[in-house]
Every structure is written in structure tokens, then in C-alpha cells.
């Protein structure tokens, strides 16, 4: 047993959120506050869990389910606060403190879902389902309990658990040592530039160069930096090629410099551990593992739908590619085509093609037009409001405070968005929760947050966004309405607690309203005249909307087969990065394109478990994102009540509470086809 611990888990400002509209008082948390706190909430949570599992009474579905699945209420309490400033605003302390508390917390919860006794409680439950007569709902939460516990090892012998339990902390120890090492790559380097060398910059970036430079002690300068939102437009734009291949290499190599941020040794000992993991557990394989539980359910249901995608995406870059070498030969270029030409002759055949480049686009994505577009979108369908209140402390001063309410006024739960890139700030962008919201005890209502990285304006200036930003605003907020529309019950899956090919459906399905004219004619106004975009220029950003699909998709796909070639293998490389290699020859993929994330800085499924051998989610989704716009459109009504009201029924607001087939067959009548996203990509 721990010692007892001098932090009084009632009182503390982290655990009991007593400052404005029930936040915690972030004024009142210290870095110093973290480790004791979670000291104190972890033995707290023990001893739950210690009753439960030491109760003699006959299980029943309140003195042993709803127990563990409201106890540790501390814990969640200071874990989300903690891993919320460990993403958004992190410092030498808190990652020390993030080293220690990772595998503290694997510890803690691999004991739990190996507590023999606890298991035993379940198991009877399990065993007596048919007889209990339960809900829906609460069969499920029953049935997924169960056999997470049974996935996590509940029926290994002795030996076996121990095993299993060292395999999970060292794999989360590793987990936070790939991001770190990344975030340090990321943040060590930048290419220092002078007015001389910006030739064919726009001004957006331009000044985001400006205030990089300046936060990295280079005042009157400008840096080319590894954040997506700098280096993109870099690589569009720049017509100093010799720059664009420095940029680019820095950017493919995160992660693989060498020195104590290399992760090739880190990728190697997770896939070791993972495949040794999966054996244990008796799966053919750490994809067969994690596969178990999702919609696609199998390795050859993903393939089933990368490989044709793939096909056709690499045929696409080939034509696409053509056209390129042809600019490139006209503008004079007699050098060979290379991954750093691209984006920039695919930006100049963009402009040929559609006579506007995306920088004509920017002084209309004004940051908080969009915001107030997603507010008002969500509005139109689902009935719910957004007040923004000044003056809330939270984990740093640019984080704004929004309170969400219902059609009739009463309060649903708070929004917290974190728009602007800086050093503390891991790369990204992402939702998470402070609080989920469920139904179950006293009930809990929704806390959710926002964080993006966008370039931050000169102070006085308005934020501008790409089209691509503008589109990851909607995105990271789909998942927000995910969240905060949420009825369930059982907080294992409340909100965004669903399969992990299925979680990205309310995300990217939202990403359509952008493009609504009615939306973009309201909210898409130039920052200095007021005017509303164009329609020419609209049709033609939406003329473009497929162009490019042969590089985004080969980008994509290849990261998403070589995340399933490490993890549908029984065993594991033993050179990681050869292994890459081998596997794009093997798909034949073309030297003049990149993988959109290689190994040592794929953080989706190496910094963390999250997207192991779930990359592909993101097109699993996609294929319903497209067949579920569909039906709006197929009504002519971007925002038809009666679809809106299925959507928020039977997508938002159901969590995980029933099979993800099911809830989109109640919403769509019918199973999606693929078809529908190979049109949206543009190509077929
Ligand atoms: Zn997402």
C-alpha cells in the first residue's frame, strides 16, 4: 500500500474545480501541485477498486460496474488537467513529471484489468447476462468490460500477467520518448532567413517567418520552421529551390537525426514488445489485436479498402506528375523532378488551372469568422449556442472560454478552444475532454477542448487561414460536437469513446458544412473590405477541391500501409527503417513522393497507442464521411431537420452505446459504399 499522502484530495484545486463556471482554478495550480496529487488520487483510486473487488455481497451491475466505472474521480480530475498541459503548454517539469506519471499510470491500470477478484465480480455478471434482463446499453458497457478485461490478460497465468504488465509499461515509457525526442527535433531546428531570400512568399507567411525568427531570438529575420503550418506554405511557395530541398529534408528526417532524439531504437523495441504482446494474448498479430474491437474488425477488411485506393492514387500521382515536369520544363527548371517540387509546381499548375493561388483565398478565412462559421453551423443542425466568457483563467492566457447551451437556454456543458502555435505547444491539432459528459450517478456535464497550431498574427492582425487550416478548425470541432452532444449513460462510452475507425466520422463528415455556399457567403468575408468571397472565386476553390487527390492520397495511403505492414506481421523487423524501405519498394511507390508521415516521426502510431495499426481510420471514415454528406445532399438541403436530427441522434450524441454498423444504419438506412469517397477525392 502507498503511504498516506498529505494532499487532501477534497480541497485541492485539481481535483475538486471549484474556479469559474466550475473549471479548476487554474490560478491556484502550481507545476510542483501535480506529483503529489497524483499520489494521492492514484491510492484513492486503489481502494475503490479494493472494495469493490473485496465486496462479499453477489455482484450486481451497481455495486460493481457503476462503481468502477465512477470510481477514480481524482484521477480523472488531475490526469485530464495534466495531459492537457502536457500537449498544449509543457515545460522541463511537466515532462519530467511525464516521464514518471506515464508508466505509473500503466502500472496502475494494468493492475486494475489484472485484479483477479475484480475480474471474477465481471465475469459472474458476464456469465448471467441473459438472466439480468438489462438494457441495451448496459449489455454492452457489460460485454466490453469483459472482454477488455480478457484482452488485457485477465486469463493469463501468473507469469503471463507480470509479463504482460512490464511489455505495457515499457511500451508507454517508449511511447513518451518518441514524442519527446520528436518534439525536441521539431523544436531544435529552423532555417534562419533574410529579406533576400523570401522570393515568391506570400505575406501571411512572411510574417509568421517573422514572429518565428522572433521567438526564437532572431528578431528582423524569418525562419523556416518543422511546424506543418509553416513548412507547407513554405514548400508551395518559395521559389528558392535549393531552400525548399533543405526544408524538405529537414522536415522527412524529425526523428532520424542521430543523437539522444533518434527514434529508430524506440520504433524497433515498441514493435518487438508489441508483437510479443499480441502473441501473448494469442492474436496472429498486434493488428489482429487491435483490429479485434473496431469496425473494420480485420487486417484483410483494411486491406480490402487501401489496396484498390492505392491503385488508383498512384496512377493519378503518375498523370499528375506529368503535367508538373511539363511546368517545371517551361519555367526553365532542366533539374529532375524531386519530392521538394511537387507542392510547388502543383501550387503553379493550381493557379494555371483554376487562376487563383491559395493565397488569394487567405484574406478571407479570417480565424474568427470560421470559429463563429462552426458555432453557427452546429446551431443550424443541432440547436445548440455558444457564449464566449472574457476572463477565465485556464492553462494559458490564449485559450478562450465558451459556454454551450441548449435550443432552450439551459447549459449543456463548456468549450475551450487553443488556436495559436508556440514553443510549449506540441504539433498538431486535437480535441480532448478536461470532463466527459454522462448520465450514470450524479451525471457529468461535457468539458471539452480545441487545441490547434496556427501561425500567430502580429498583435493588431487578424488570424488568417488556409483553406487547409480553415478545414481542420471544422474537423477538430466535429469531434468537439462528438463530445458535447453526447446522452449516454455509461461514461466508458460517452462521446468520443467509439471505435477507432469510427471516431472520425463526426470529425471529417463535419469538415463538409465549410464549403456550403450559404456558409462560406455569411462567414467568408475579406479582413480588410467586409466583402463576401467571390463566387467565381468559389466555384473555382471548389472546382479545386479534388485537385492534387494523386499526392494527398499517396501521402496518405503509403503511411497507413506501412503502419499495417509493421503491425499485420507475427513478429518484428529488425531494422525499422530498412523494413520501410522495403515495404514502399515493394508498393512500388513513386521517388518522387514522401510518406505523409515516415517512422521516426509517425507520432499517430508510434507516440502512443492511439492509431497503431489504425492509421487507415482515417479513410475508414472517410468513406463514411462521404456516403453520409450524401444524404444531404441527395435531399438538396445542407441542413435537412429531419437528416440533422437522425445525424445528432444516432452519430453525436450515441457515443459507443451500440454497434458503429447499427448507428450508421439508423442514420443512413444502409451501409456505406466506398464510392462515394473515390468521387470526392476525384479519382475515379
Ligand atoms: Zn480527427
Same mark, same amino acid.
Given at each position: 500500500?502507498?503511504?498516506?499522502s498529505a494532499?487532501d484530495?477534497?480541497a485541492?484545486?485539481?481535483?475538486?474545480? =471549484?474556479?469559474?463556471l466550475?473549471?479548476?482554478?487554474f490560478?491556484?495550480?502550481g507545476d510542483?501541485?501535480?506529483?503529489?496529487?497524483?499520489?494521492?488520487?492514484?491510492a484513492?483510486?486503489e481502494?475503490?477498486?479494493?472494495?469493490?473487488?473485496?465486496?462479499t455481497e453477489?455482484?450486481t451491475?451497481?455495486?460493481?460496474?457503476a462503481?468502477?466505472?465512477?470510481g477514480g474521480?481524482? /484521477?480523472?480530475?488531475v490526469?485530464s488537467i495534466?495531459?492537457?498541459?502536457?500537449?498544449a503548454?509543457?515545460?522541463?517539469?511537466?515532462?519530467?513529471?511525464e516521464r514518471?506519471?506515464s508508466?505509473?499510470?500503466?502500472r496502475?491500470?494494468s493492475?486494475?484489468s489484472?485484479?483477479?477478484?475484480l475480474?471474477?465480480?465481471?465475469?459472474?455478471?458476464y456469465q448471467?447476462r441473459?438472466?439480468l434482463?438489462l438494457?441495451?446499453?448496459?449489455?454492452r458497457v457489460?460485454?466490453k468490460?469483459?472482454?477488455?478485461?480478457?484482452r488485457?490478460?485477465a486469463?493469463?497465468?501468473a507469469?503471463g500477467?507480470?509479463?504482460?504488465a512490464?511489455?505495457?509499461?515499457?511500451?508507454?515509457?517508449?511511447?513518451?520518448?518518441f514524442?519527446q525526442?520528436?518534439?525536441?527535433?521539431e523544436?531544435d531546428?529552423?532555417l534562419f532567413?533574410?529579406?533576400a531570400?523570401?522570393a515568391g512568399l506570400?505575406?501571411?507567411l512572411?510574417?509568421a517567418?517573422?514572429e518565428?525568427?522572433e521567438?526564437?531570438? =532572431?528578431k528582423?529575420?524569418?525562419a523556416?520552421?518543422?511546424?506543418r503550418?509553416i513548412?507547407e506554405?513554405?514548400?508551395?511557395?518559395?521559389?528558392?529551390?535549393?531552400?525548399?530541398e533543405?526544408?524538405f529534408?529537414a522536415f522527412?528526417?524529425r526523428?532520424?537525426?542521430?543523437?539522444?532524439?533518434?527514434?529508430?531504437t524506440?520504433?524497433?523495441d515498441m514493435?518487438?514488445?508489441?508483437?510479443?504482446?499480441a502473441?501473448?494474448?494469442?492474436?496472429a498479430?498486434?493488428?489482429a489485436?487491435?483490429l479485434?474491437?473496431t469496425m473494420?474488425?480485420?487486417?484483410?477488411?483494411v486491406?480490402?479498402?487501401?489496396?484498390?485506393?492505392?491503385?488508383?492514387a498512384v496512377?493519378?500521382a503518375?498523370?499528375?506528375?506529368?503535367e508538373?515536369q511539363r511546368?517545371?520544363?517551361e519555367?526553365?527548371?532542366?533539374?529532375?523532378f524531386a519530392a521538394?517540387?511537387?507542392r510547388?509546381?502543383?501550387?503553379?499548375?493550381?493557379a494555371?488551372k483554376f487562376a487563383?493561388?491559395?493565397?488569394?483565398l487567405?484574406?478571407y478565412l479570417?480565424l474568427?469568422?470560421i470559429i463563429?462559421?462552426c458555432?453557427?453551423?452546429a446551431?443550424k443542425?443541432f440547436g445548440?449556442?455558444f457564449e464566449?466568457?472574457q476572463?477565465?483563467a485556464?492553462?494559458h492566457p490564449?485559450?478562450?472560454?465558451?459556454v454551450?447551451?441548449?435550443a432552450?437556454g439551459?447549459?449543456?456543458?463548456?468549450?475551450?478552444a487553443?488556436?495559436?502555435?508556440?514553443p510549449s505547444?506540441r504539433?498538431g491539432a486535437w480535441?480532448?475532454a478536461?470532463k466527459s459528459?454522462?448520465?450514470?450517478?450524479?451525471?457529468?456535464?461535457?468539458?471539452?477542448?480545441?487545441?490547434?497550431?496556427?501561425?500567430?498574427?502580429?498583435?493588431?492582425e487578424?488570424?488568417?487561414?488556409?483553406?487547409?487550416?480553415?478545414?481542420?478548425?471544422f474537423?477538430e470541432?466535429?469531434?468537439a460536437l462528438?463530445?458535447m452532444l453526447t446522452?449516454v449513460?455509461?461514461?466508458s462510452?460517452?462521446?468520443?469513446s467509439?471505435?477507432?475507425?469510427f471516431?472520425?466520422l463526426?470529425?471529417?463528415l463535419y469538415?463538409?458544412?465549410l464549403?456550403v455556399?450559404a456558409?462560406?457567403?455569411k462567414?467568408?468575408?475579406h479582413v480588410?473590405?467586409?466583402?463576401p468571397?467571390p463566387?467565381?472565386?468559389?466555384?473555382?476553390?471548389l472546382a479545386a477541391?479534388?485537385?492534387?487527390?494523386g499526392?494527398?492520397t499517396?501521402?496518405?495511403?503509403?503511411?497507413?500501409l506501412?503502419?499495417?505492414?509493421?503491425?499485420?506481421?507475427?513478429d518484428a523487423?529488425n531494422e525499422p527503417?530498412?523494413?520501410e524501405?522495403?515495404?514502399l519498394?515493394?508498393l512500388?511507390?513513386?521517388d518522387?513522393?514522401?510518406?505523409?508521415?515516415?517512422?521516426?516521426h509517425f507520432?499517430?502510431i508510434?507516440?502512443?497507442?492511439?492509431?497503431?495499426?489504425g492509421?487507415y481510420s482515417?479513410m475508414?471514415?472517410e468513406?463514411?464521411?462521404?456516403?453520409?454528406f450524401?444524404?444531404?445532399?441527395e435531399?438538396g438541403?445542407p441542413f435537412?431537420?429531419? /437528416?440533422?436530427?437522425?445525424?445528432?441522434?444516432n452519430?453525436?450524441?450515441a457515443g459507443g452505446?451500440?454497434?458503429?454498423e447499427e448507428?450508421?444504419?439508423?442514420f443512413r438506412?444502409?451501409m456505406?459504399?466506398?464510392?462515394?469517397m473515390?468521387?470526392?477525392r476525384?479519382?475515379v
Open positions: 500500500m502507498p503511504m498516506p494532499v484530495l477534497a485541492h484545486p485539481l481535483t475538486t474545480w =471549484q474556479g469559474a466550475g473549471l479548476p482554478d490560478t491556484r495550480i510542483g501541485d501535480f506529483s503529489g496529487v497524483f499520489d494521492a488520487a492514484l484513492a483510486h481502494a475503490e477498486i479494493e472494495a469493490i473487488s473485496g465486496n453477489t455482484p451491475i451497481e455495486n460493481t460496474l462503481a468502477l466505472e465512477l474521480e481524482a /484521477l480523472d480530475h490526469s495534466f495531459w492537457c498541459r502536457a500537449g503548454h509543457t515545460n522541463e517539469a511537466i515532462q519530467a513529471l514518471d506519471i508508466p505509473k499510470m500503466s496502475h491500470f493492475a486494475i489484472m485484479n483477479e477478484r475480474f471474477a465480480r465481471i465475469d459472474d455478471l448471467r441473459d438472466a434482463k438494457d441495451a446499453q448496459t449489455l457489460l460485454e468490460t469483459w472482454k477488455n478485461f480478457v488485457s490478460g486469463r493469463l497465468d507469469e500477467k507480470k509479463r504482460l512490464s511489455i505495457n509499461e515499457e511500451l508507454s515509457s517508449l511511447g513518451t520518448n514524442g525526442n520528436l518534439l525536441a527535433d523544436r531546428w529552423a532567413l533574410d529579406e531570400d523570401l506570400p505575406e501571411f512572411k510574417s517567418m517573422a518565428a525568427a521567438m526564437r531570438g =532572431q528582423g529575420r524569418y523556416v520552421t518543422l511546424s503550418s513548412y506554405p513554405f514548400s508551395t511557395f518559395s521559389e528558392r529551390r535549393d531552400l525548399r533543405i526544408a529534408r522527412t528526417m526523428g532520424q537525426n542521430g543523437g539522444a532524439t533518434d527514434n529508430a524506440v520504433v524497433r514493435l518487438r514488445l508489441r508483437a510479443e504482446k502473441k501473448l494474448l494469442g492474436y498479430s498486434y493488428a489485436l487491435k479485434d474491437d473494420a474488425k480485420t487486417p484483410e477488411a486491406h480490402a479498402l487501401l489496396d484498390p485506393v492505392w491503385e488508383k496512377e493519378k503518375a498523370s499528375d506528375q506529368i508538373l511546368l517545371a520544363a519555367a526553365g527548371s532542366n533539374e529532375e521538394w517540387d511537387w510547388f509546381y502543383q501550387e503553379k499548375l493550381r494555371e487563383f493561388d491559395e493565397a488569394e487567405k484574406p479570417q474568427d469568422r463563429d462559421a458555432f453557427d453551423v446551431t443542425l445548440i449556442s464566449e466568457k476572463g477565465i485556464t492553462w490564449d485559450a478562450r472560454v465558451f454551450v447551451r441548449n432552450d439551459s447549459e449543456r456543458g463548456l468549450f475551450l487553443d488556436y495559436f502555435a508556440r505547444k504539433s480535441m480532448s478536461l459528459g454522462y448520465k450514470l450517478g450524479d451525471g457529468s456535464r461535457p468539458v471539452i477542448y480545441n487545441i490547434m497550431n496556427f501561425a500567430k498574427p502580429p498583435e493588431g487578424a488570424a488568417l487561414l488556409s483553406v487547409d487550416e480553415a478545414k481542420t478548425l474537423h470541432f466535429g469531434h462528438h463530445g446522452e449513460t455509461w461514461p462510452v460517452a462521446g468520443t467509439v471505435s477507432r475507425d471516431v472520425e463526426p470529425s471529417q469538415e463538409h458544412w464549403t455556399p456558409v462560406l457567403e462567414h467568408a468575408l480588410t473590405t467586409g466583402k468571397m463566387k467565381a472565386l468559389v466555384d473555382k476553390m477541391r479534388t485537385f492534387g487527390a499526392f494527398a499517396v501521402e496518405f495511403t503509403a503511411s497507413a506501412v503502419d499495417m505492414a509493421y503491425h499485420a506481421r507475427p523487423p527503417l530498412r523494413f524501405a522495403e515495404t519498394e515493394k512500388n511507390m513513386p518522387t513522393l514522401a510518406m505523409r508521415h515516415r517512422t521516426p507520432g499517430h508510434f507516440a502512443g497507442d492511439g492509431y497503431s495499426a492509421y482515417y475508414w471514415s468513406v463514411l464521411d462521404a456516403d453520409a450524401a444524404a444531404f445532399e435531399t438541403d435537412n431537420p429531419a /437528416l440533422a436530427e437522425r445525424l445528432r441522434k452519430i453525436y450524441a452505446s451500440k454497434d458503429p448507428l450508421y444504419t439508423a438506412g444502409k456505406p459504399s466506398p464510392e462515394a473515390m468521387i470526392k476525384g479519382l
